[in-house]
């Protein structure tokens, strides 16, 4: 009797398991729909500037299919009373051509370009309470302004803009909490960046393109003053 206790235990121990290991895989299937498959940052700071000229070279490397600018930063979301720390990510409209975050929207759209649009992820709009539409409370976004020196009014230390929520995406629990999407221009206008200033390039591949060849091409395009990752 008790051999057939450990048996039945183990079974349902391993049935569980699997069950875990098949929504793992799950999950990772969707983060790896929507990671590019090469991404670009400066080894000098948090942002760098792209020449038209650099763009064109980009273009012309074999086995790129597309690549998309953005903007990545860490700031404070308000709504009805409440905050959360997270990520803003300007991106450009070819975002959607090097990831498939698009189709993990499962409410409301893909925000559209030059506007105050955003798209948040599910576990944002669960801690905020927060719909769409909803033209009664206000998701306000705030970050630091560059420079130096004392601060004498706190009121004065931040950009502050108010945002639209157009969508809400669904990945993970992680990533849920993780990203909020905006137009390239409005993060740039918010870090008060220069409009060829970005934090990131994505880029997507060809199935057979050569990983090495291409990280070898890009990294002259900016003086090897980059890291490419996988």
Do not use: C
Not at 73 to 93: C, H, I, N, P
């Amino acid at each position: 009797i008790a051999s057939m206790g450990i048996i039945v235990g183990a079974m349902a121990l391993f049935v569980v398991l699997s069950v875990f290991s098949g929504l793992k895989v799950f999950s990772l299937s969707f983060s790896n729909d929507i990671d590019p498959d090469l991404k670009i940052s400066s080894t000098l700071g948090k942002s760098f500037l792209v020449s038209p000229s650099q763009e064109s070279q980009i273009n012309q490397i074999e086995g790129v299919i597309s690549y998309s600018k953005i903007v990545e930063e860490r700031v404070l979301f308000t709504f009805d009373g409440k905050q959360e720390v997270t990520y803003l990510k300007g991106v450009d409209e070819n975002f959607n051509k090097v990831n498939a975050l698009k189709k993990t929207i499962y409410n409301g759209d893909w925000l559209k370009k030059d506007t105050y649009q955003v798209v948040v992820g599910y576990g944002i709009a669960q801690q905020f309470s927060m719909g769409l539409l909803d033209y009664n409370h206000y998701l306000e976004v705030l970050a630091p302004k560059p420079g130096k020196g004392n601060i004498e009014n706190p009121e004065e230390a931040f950009n502050k803009m108010i945002l639209e929520p157009v969508g809400i995406y669904a990945i993970s629990e992680d990533l849920d909490s993780k990203y909020v999407f905006a137009d390239l221009g409005l993060a740039q206008e918010l870090l008060e960046y220069k409009p060829n200033q970005i934090s990131g390039i994505e880029l997507k591949m060809k199935k057979d393109a050569d990983e090495n060849a291409i990280i070898s091409k890009l990294q002259p395009i900016f003086n090897n003053k980059i890291t490419v990752k996988n």
